[in-house]
């Protein structure tokens, strides 16, 4: 049952990432990214079972937490970029003007 | 001070927990870590003002359960929406009226909006949250009113 | 007394799996990105619940259960706050949800 889990897992995040390529949007490539983060931590803490190595759970925990961090930094980050890029377009037209 | 107490114990309970070794060297250098985190957070200033930890009552587990009610329910009618298709969905957005008078009451009441597959906070703002909901059926619950009506009794 | 956990964590994790996979085929098949978060939120609230459920009950000792309840909290604390700041995010950029119209009632 443990395989089975892990390979339904596996689909998803397939699925997940063929939305992460194909994703119209932004922040529909974030959303695919968060939700492949959260298959990441199920499938580790899966495979340490698989293995019969718990320890592999401490990793899980670290990846939930960066996923988090990972989310809100794109989206801190996403916003500074647009605004840096419409300050650079500005000072550019000014320049040419 | 009092908060700063409670952070170290929970920070060493957290590190106990996780680390399994207990020789001398292993303990001072979690010593040594819950120091430095402890220092951290006092020189952001974030302690003790802007840190509001919630009292654990019995409404607070009763709260949960019903949560966890609510959240098998609304997984059961989103995943169905999902396999029948698109024709199934009717997404909807609405500003509904909060009754919370606490921050930590909003923010409860937000994230439990947000944690039911099927209606998602989209922003907050004063006593107004915007809210994204998958079926109008679940946008209707919420605007019956029982999961404020919880929330807000948390409160007291 | 084993058998019976046996099946139960077995019933919670192919459940698990099951609402995983019905996350993907959601996140491919909504047609917009307000809609898609609520798809995530499928995977992210029970799909992980139950798997982690279903791997608590075949714990080898006590610090083991102790980080799956870690892991478990940690993903219904943090996924509302990230799939609320995305939102907020989309829709302060201007990204406008599609809505469905009042006369058409359930098309």
């Known amino acids: 049952m443990l395989i089975a889990a892990t390979v339904a897992i596996l ?10 390529i194909v994703g119209p949007t ?16 199920l499938f580790i803490s899966l495979i340490g079972f698989v293995m019969g190595r718990p320890e592999f759970l401490d990793i899980a925990i670290v990846y939930a937490l960066l996923n988090f961090i990972s989310v809100i930094g794109v989206l801190h980050f996403s916003g500074s970029v647009e605004f840096r890029h419409d300050d650079h377009d500005n000072s550019t037209v000014e320049k040419d003007s | 001070m009092r908060h700063t107490l409670n952070l170290s114990l929970i920070l060493a309970v957290f590190w106990l927990v996780n680390s399994g070794h207990y020789n001398p060297l292993m303990l001072s250098l979690a010593a040594v870590s819950v120091a430095f985190v402890v220092y951290i957070t006092h020189k952001m200033d974030i302690v003790d003002h802007g840190f509001h930890p919630f009292r ?26 999902i ?74 | ?15 698990g799996g099951f609402l995983c996979v019905t996350g993907g085929v959601g996140i491919l098949r909504f047609p917009d990105f ?5 798809a995530t939120g499928v995977t992210d609230t029970l799909g992980a619940g139950l798997i982690l459920i279903g791997l608590m009950l075949q714990v080898p000792d006590v610090l083991v259960l102790v980080k799956l309840v870690i892991i478990l909290l940690m993903t219904l604390f943090i996924n509302p706050v990230a799939t609320h700041a995305l939102a907020q995010a989309a829709l302060k950029s201007g990204l406008s949800p599609l809505l469905q119209s009042k006369n058409h009632k359930g098309g």
């Open chain 1, 11 to 20: 689909v998803a995040m397939f699925l997940a990432m063929i939305r992460g």
């Open chain 1, 26 to 41: 932004f922040y529909d490539r974030i959303l695919a990214v968060n939700m492949f983060g959260t298959k990441t931590v």
């Open chain 2, 56 to 81: 654990l009552s019995v409404k607070l587990v009763t709260y949960h359960f019903w949560l966890i009610k609510e959240i098998v329910l609304s997984n059961i009618s989103v995943v169905k929406s």
């Open chain 2, 83 to 156: 396999w029948l298709g698109n024709k199934t969905i009717s997404p909807t957005l609405a500003t509904l009226s909060v009754s919370q008078k606490t921050d930590v009451g909003k923010v409860i009441y937000a994230n439990s909006i947000t944690l039911t597959p099927g209606t998602v906070t989209v922003g907050i703002q004063g006593d107004q949250i915007v809210v994204h909901a998958l079926l109008r059926e679940s946008m209707d619950d919420l605007k019956g009113g029982e999961m404020d009506r919880r929330v807000t009794e948390l409160e007291r």
């Open chain 3, 1 to 15: 007394m084993d058998i019976v956990i046996a099946v139960v964590s077995a019933i919670f994790l192919l459940l």
């Open chain 3, 34 to 38: 307000y809609t898609r978060i609520h």
